[in-house]
């Protein structure tokens, strides 16, 4: 026991040690409350139906997001517009489908089963179009980032003028939480950029925020129903434990022997 | 197999039981008599079970959603994310599960090296259980290739290009792997049917490991021979039922906890950005469960003297019942072996903690040494203790220095108790 304590002792000085290094480098990334974190964390409806307007009105232009389908923005958990504002966002766009009977390929109102329109055809027109950086997807960035929701909230508000000493090349921007500094995406928020439908009043922070929001739902669709179901079975498990506990102290009480 | 002849009671079972003995096993198996003194440590093997049959069930379904092509693998695995009914549960227990595997499996080995285990004679269960422990690494390998994230894709370049350490025909057993000059849709088709195979071949071994267990019968805290079935044994069913079912139960809980409040932490995040063979990641890491032999492989400056140093360090285990001299199995009489256990217990801590820091500078150093500790212990000091240690004395029975006035009494209860 002395040992395991000892060895408790020595590995705590080693992480201890390691922490302080990390601290040194890294920058504190911005907080803030997220209504999806903890046992019950769920999302804030308006928050994502904000978040989503940010997205198409800002991100989109150049950000896809491929996984996503317009019947999703209606889905349980999720910004749940009602059905018909679903249908109408997704009416709202224009979807290439094809061919048809004569071969031709033809556009049409998106429809609920479309998938999010991409804003460039393929990769290689999304580099041309932004000075050779590729503006990842964002349907899973959020859990692709080793910050998650705090590295985008940061980022997005992390924009300044670069130090004495940096020179930056064109179209290249200082970011104090991007790695290395140095991100090809210019500042895109700006208080009252969006019209919020809600009137809630944007500022950057706000649709920082929401915007967030909405990535983590749109990386983790089913986020609420895995805490639900989450909580239901450990509970559960508990409780079962317990009486098998229970059980066990009864059984082993036949023989004169600790369990 | 079993000691006792068992007669079915109804003339059904008889006929049958004539012509197929699967009565007789499950009677051998409800009766195996195990000792009573076994502690917490020993539910582990029960646990290790449930995991397999876990991974191997959730591996089924997700198999029947996934699709095994460079283009569509990670649309497929997001498909089973978000589309399929459970999807997200299904994957996330198989991927968390791998975790839990490999957790369960590093307390069971190291249950084994503080109880001497592998001793005789139980050499063929601890190899088979080494086998065991290196297809798992195999599966775990491949299995996270088949996502073809970024460190999917990385990962696998990494560790197939360790081949081509081999002097004269490294390289050809590399483009061998690959099936082509690189990486790509060849290499994953064919991890695919190995992650889908391995796990089998781990489950016909582990029906071995037990029927090789099931011959001597188990080690127990104290390492003694003991007399089964006696006042020393309990019959599996129900003590030891229940007893590795309430382990289990509190196993689930923990990996409950991981698969629906943070499924993701054990992961890398490069892994939800798809393969892309011109983008090389920051830090290539492999998974928490292999960083100790990543950090031993990386501690020799030479490629092919650093891959044989990180396969030794897994096949000295094989031959550990040999290099182990000493007679005591248990280390609650070994004092000195006590010691050097803890301490080899935080190397491979500190080995696994630099495997995951980049390779240089202070964390290079200590990987060395930590390396050099680790081969030290089990050529070294392990043989020379056999004959140096001054054990304490060991009783005669599990019961005995309980229940009689035993000279061993005091040393024998006070020891237990002070360990774990």
């Known amino acids: 026991m002395k040992n395991f304590y000892t060895i408790l002792f020595l590995l705590s000085l080693i992480f201890g040690f390691q922490l302080n290094t990390n601290a040194a480098e890294k920058v504190e990334y911005l907080k803030t409350d997220w209504s999806f974190k903890g046992l019950f964390g769920k999302f804030d409806r308006s928050a994502l139906q904000r978040g989503y307007q940010v997205y198409t009105e800002v991100c989109s232009s150049c950000h896809s997001m491929k996984y996503l389908s317009y019947r999703n923005l209606a889905e349980k958990g999720g910004p749940e517009f009602t ?86 090349d064109e179209g290249v921007y200082y970011n104090k939480y991007m790695y290395g500094n140095k991100i090809k995406m210019a500042n ?41 179901m989450g909580f239901k079975a450990i509970v559960y498990l508990i409780i079962l434990t317990i009486l098998v506990y229970f059980s066990m102290k009864r059984i082993w009480s036949r023989i004169e022997t600790k369990v | 197999m079993s000691d006792q002849e068992y007669n079915p009671k109804s003339k059904f079972g008889k006929w049958f039981n004539d012509r197929l003995p699967l009565l007789t096993l499950a009677n051998h198996l409800t009766d195996y008599p195990t000792p009573k003194n ?26 029947m959603h996934y699709i095994a092509h460079a283009d569509m693998a990670f649309d497929s695995v997001e498909h089973i994310m978000r589309d399929v009914n459970y999807g997200w549960l299904i994957r996330y227990i198989h991927a968390n599960g791998a975790s839990m595997f490999f957790l369960a499996v590093y307390i069971h080995i190291f249950r ?64 061998w792997l690959w099936g082509g000059y690189s990486v790509d849709n060849p290499t994953l088709t064919r991890f695919f049917t190995l992650h889908y195979l391995i796990p089998f071949l781990i489950l016909g071994l ?27 044994t309990v019959p599996f069913h129900p003590y030891i039922v229940i007893k590795d079912g309430f382990a289990l139960l509190m196993f689930m809980i923990v990996f409950a906890f991981f698969v629906f409040y943070t499924p993701n932490i054990l992961g890398h ?38 891959v044989v140093a990180m396969l030794s360090a897994i096949f000295i285990l094989a031959a550990l019942p040999w290099l182990d001299t000493s007679k005591i199995r248990s280390a609650v009489f070994r004092p000195l072996y006590r010691q050097f256990y803890w301490i080899l217990v935080a190397d491979v801590l500190i080995l696994g903690y630099v495997g995951a820091m980049p390779a240089e500078g202070l964390y290079l150093l200590i990987a060395r040494v930590a390396t050099a500790y680790y081969f030290l212990h089990f050529l070294v000091i392990l043989p020379v203790l056999g004959f140096k240690e001054k054990t304490l004395p060991i009783p005669l029975s599990i019961t005995e220095p309980i229940m009689s006035g035993s000279p061993n009494l005091a040393t024998a209860k006070n020891k237990e108790s002070s360990n774990i």
């Not at chain 1, 439908?197 to 669709?221: H, I, R, Y």
Request: glycine fraction near 8%; aromatic fraction near 12%.
């Open chain 1, 83 to 168: 059905e018909s504002q679903a249908k109408a966002i997704a009416a709202s766009f224009e979807v290439k489908d094809g061919p048809n009977e004569d071969g031709d390929m033809f556009t049409r109102p998106g429809k609920l089963s479309d998938k999010f329109v991409m804003p460039y055809e393929n990769v290689k027109a999304a580099q041309a179009a932004n000075g050779g950086a590729y503006p990842p997807d964002m349907s899973v960035l959020v859990k692709a980032r080793g910050g998650g929701v705090d590295y985008i909230y940061s980022l997005l508000q992390g924009y300044e003028d670069p130090p004495v000493g940096i020179t930056l």
């Open chain 1, 188 to 228: 895109q928020l700006s208080d009252g950029l969006v019209e919020y439908a809600d009137g809630t009043n944007a500022t950057v922070e706000q649709m920082s925020k929401d915007v967030t929001t909405f990535l983590m739902w749109a990386a983790e669709p089913h986020l609420e129903s895995r805490h639900q």
């Open chain 2, 38 to 63: 076994l502690n917490y440590w020993w539910t582990f093997g029960g646990i290790l079970t449930f995991c397999l049959i876990t991974q191997i069930v959730t591996g089924l379904v997700l198999a």
């Open chain 2, 112 to 175: 084994s090296l503080f109880y001497g285990s592998y001793k005789a004679p139980r050499e063929i269960i601890w190899i088979i259980g080494i086998v065991i422990y290196l297809l798992m690494m195999a599966a775990a390998f491949m299995g996270y290739v088949l996502p073809w994230g970024q460190m999917s894709f990385w990962g696998a370049t990494v560790i197939t290009n360790l081949f081509s350490a081999i002097p004269l025909v490294g390289e050809g057993i590399v483009t």
């Open chain 2, 206 to 232: 582990v029906v071995l490991h037990i029927w090789a267990l099931h011959v001597p019968g188990n080690n127990n805290p104290i390492g003694i021979d003991i007399r089964k079935p006696s006042k020393d």
């Open chain 2, 269 to 306: 995040a490069d892994n939800y950005i798809e393969a892309d063979p011109l983008v090389t990641p920051a830090h290539i890491v492999p998974e928490w469960y292999l960083l100790p032999f990543y950090a031993i492989l990386r501690s020799v400056p030479d490629k092919l003297l650093g």
